[in-house]
């Protein structure tokens, strides 16, 4: 069968094609719509009416990559206004919005001791510019100045996200606990949940709305759990196009709108704080974390590549 855009020829009676253009061959090509002839038997023709394309979702537009030698980068976070914080092997790496590289704190190898790192997995930033890192290997949550001096330090099992709240709270969740710690920003436990328990459980990535609604990345399951400030389950979903595969890093913007590094399909999604999906763009080979700054700016990181990339919100 032949399969034709319009004007660019018809189908005769024996089948074949007429015109000026050659034909489609095969399944509708992207760019075909209109009527489109084809032949229905001897000696007739029937014409079908092709929709238009739909047209891409929006995407993220690439800004830039810091230039910067990284070995493997991890977690990433903002202040809003003027830093970013990466980890990079067993060390936390501060940069200006642009890519400048600050300040560097912890070591290349990993310790123990308070001020170095063993495997950080989240870092997040209260406003008054304290800097929380999910120590993971050490099992516990450190607490830094903006300018790296140490200040407190408090253990916890398995931390990997971390973000901090409108209030100051800091979160963490327990990736293998299906478990959601929230601590004030001494480290005092204040509240604690468990989210569903699958056969196996995985969750990942978390963080926190302007009303202290609490978001995770569930990688048993491939979906965005929501729930509010004291546990409740309030929704979830799977991602838009053909869903989360492996979804990892989150953030969240001013507006509310949610970001998601889906690692294994190699892109970020977002959509809005309910779940209703809005944007989607390719982010390199193995992205893990997302932030997201107050001007709107979204940055990545790829521990494959060893990049960090920041681009436009995909409006």
């Known amino acids: 069968m ?6 660019t020829g018809r189908v005769d ?3 074949g094609v ?3 253009k050659p034909p489609l061959d095969g399944t509708l090509q992207g760019g075909v719509e209109g009527d489109v002839v084809v032949p229905d038997g001897p000696g007739a023709e029937t014409t079908l009416s092709v ?3 739909p047209a891409p979702p929006p995407a993220g537009t690439h800004i830039l990559n810091f230039s910067y030698n990284f070995y493997g980068p991890y977690a990433i976070a903002t202040d809003g ?4 914080y990466v980890s990079d092997r067993d060390q936390i790496l501060k940069f200006t919005l642009n890519g400048t590289l600050v300040d560097t704190w912890g070591g290349e190898e990993s310790g123990g001791s308070p001020g170095q790192f063993n495997g950080p997995a989240g870092i997040g930033v209260d406003a008054g510019g304290f800097v929380y890192v999910a120590d993971a ?6 607490k830094f100045t903006s300018a790296g001096t140490f200040v407190t330090e408090w253990g916890t099992s398995a931390p990997y996200g971390l973000t901090v709240d409108s209030s100051g709270n800091v979160l963490t969740v327990q990736t293998n606990e299906c478990n959601v710690r929230k601590f004030d920003s001494a480290g005092t436990v204040v509240a604690s949940w468990e989210f569903e328990k699958p056969h196996t459980c995985a969750g990942f990535g978390i963080a926190t709305d302007a009303n202290n609604n609490v978001y995770i990345t569930d990688l048993s399951t491939d979906r965005v759990r929501k729930f509010d400030s004291m546990g409740n389950a309030i929704s979830s979903w799977t991602g838009g196009g053909s869903g989360f595969y492996n979804p990892r890093g989150i953030d969240i913007d001013l507006s509310g709108d949610v970001y998601v590094v889906d690692n294994d399909n190699q892109r970020i999604q977002k959509s809005n704080g309910n779940g209703s999906f809005l944007a989607l763009w390719a982010a390199g080979n ?11 700016s979204v940055y990545s990181t790829d521990s ?3 990049i960090v990339s920041k681009w436009t919100s995909g409006e």
């Open 51 to 53: 929709p238009p394309t």
């Open 286 to 296: 193995n992205p893990m974390d997302v932030a997201v700054d107050n001007f709107g």
């Open 2 to 7: 032949h399969l034709l855009a319009p004007g």
């Open 18 to 20: 007429t015109g000026q």
């Open 81 to 84: 206004d003027e830093f970013v």
């Open 13 to 15: 009676a024996a089948g």
């Open 137 to 142: 290997g050490n099992q516990r949550v450190q």
């Open 304 to 306: 494959s590549l060893g």
